[in-house]
């Protein structure tokens, strides 16, 4: 803006030195010979006035011309401001319109042109994310319902019948345990909303042994996988050593592992990889599950997106796991990004090895 600033100045300026040196030019070379004839044929009435007073006639056309060029660049100048101002309103009401200038503010134009254009594309952004969050309140306050129904009805039955028995007594109570674990996950589903709105991530950044965590990760998630007999394979060197935040990087992971083992076929394997790449570890997450269609794969890191979007799903949780897994992960100055075709999901995350 700053150089588009000095070149406008330098554009108009140079438009004026020019016109007073043409107007100079003319009226020395055409009005001095025509003087010249009129004074060698007449001598009386205005033209003897324009004789006896010649210097000073020049000096006021010299000065009128001058003003009146001045006057009109300036005016022009204005002009420009007035438009400028115009399209920097535009920009602040969102208009959907691209702005136009003269050919003199082209650059300027298209500097704010693609302003607006940004703009507007993170303003629909942020809308399309808000109408997912608002639709996702509206899903979780459902589920919320449907458990805790089912917990109150079969508590009241316990409470109610004298006689049951201690079989059906059993069968409730851990419907009931059932129920409520999963209003816990819902509840907690609100809180990640929430905290995902409030928090700004920062890294304390350590080193860290990256197989331990992985083993260890892996390790937590067994139950999970026993109920759909998965096997996860860990290929790595033993010992990686990275430097990370090591609490949000183990959120990544844990999003990750969690993501494969909901979204792989019962009986399958989840494989995990680690390798050095360049200046930095590429590490690979695969599992065998439904292949995700491309439309769906390019909105999987948006904030409250859900590739099931069924209420009612278990696999299904508040769709932030993978957008904050993405933003950890540029945070420091990585990459994430995921694949799916013939029945494989993949998602690569590379981590710079930070010195």
């Not at 050919?103 to 629909?124: A, C, G, P, S, Y």
């Not at 316990?158 to 059906?168: A, C, T």
Request: charged content about 25%.
């Amino acid at each position: 803006m700053k150089n588009f600033t000095r070149n406008l100045f330098f554009n108009i300026f140079g438009k004026l030195i020019l016109t007073v040196t043409i107007f100079s030019v003319m009226l020395v070379v055409i009005g001095y010979p025509i003087y010249d004839v009129i004074k060698g044929t007449t001598s009386y009435g205005i033209f003897k006035f324009i004789d006896d007073n010649k210097n000073l006639i020049a000096s006021v056309i010299w000065i009128v011309g001058i003003i009146i060029i001045l006057a009109w660049y300036w005016i022009k100048t204005i002009s420009y401001i007035v438009i400028v101002a115009e399209a920097s309103n535009s920009i602040i009401n969102s208009n959907e319109e691209l702005i136009h200038f003269p050919t003199v503010l082209k650059q300027m134009e298209d500097q704010m042109n693609n302003i607006k254009v940004d703009m507007l594309r993170k303003e629909q952004v942020a809308k399309e994310a808000e109408q997912r969050k608002n639709d996702l309140v509206v899903y979780l306050a459902h589920d919320l319902k449907t458990p805790l129904t089912s917990v109150i009805g079969y508590l009241t039955l316990l409470r109610d019948e004298g006689q049951i028995s201690e079989e059906l007594r059993e069968k409730y109570l851990n419907i009931s345990l059932e129920k409520a674990e999963r209003l816990e996950d819902l509840i907690n589903e609100f809180f990640e909303i929430t905290r995902f709105n409030l928090s700004n991530l920062i890294l304390e950044l350590s080193r860290v042994n990256l197989t331990r965590m992985l083993e260890q990760i892996t390790y937590e998630f067994r139950p999970m996988m026993a109920t759909k007999n998965l096997q996860c394979i860990l290929n790595m060197a033993p010992d990686v050593i990275i430097k990370c935040d090591v609490k949000k990087m183990e959120r990544v992971f844990d999003n990750l592992i969690r993501n494969a083992i909901n979204y792989s076929f019962e009986n399958s394997i989840i494989k995990i990889t680690a390798a050095q790449d360049g200046d930095g570890l590429k590490l690979k997450f695969h599992n065998q599950g439904n292949t995700i269609p491309e439309e769906k794969l390019n909105h999987i890191f948006q904030q409250f997106y859900r590739l099931d979007a069924a209420r009612n799903s278990k696999t299904g949780g508040a769709g932030l796991g993978l957008a904050i897994a993405k933003e950890i992960v540029e945070l420091h100055k990585g990459t994430i990004t995921a694949y799916s075709e013939n029945e494989v999901i993949e998602f690569e995350v590379f981590i710079p090895i930070i010195s």
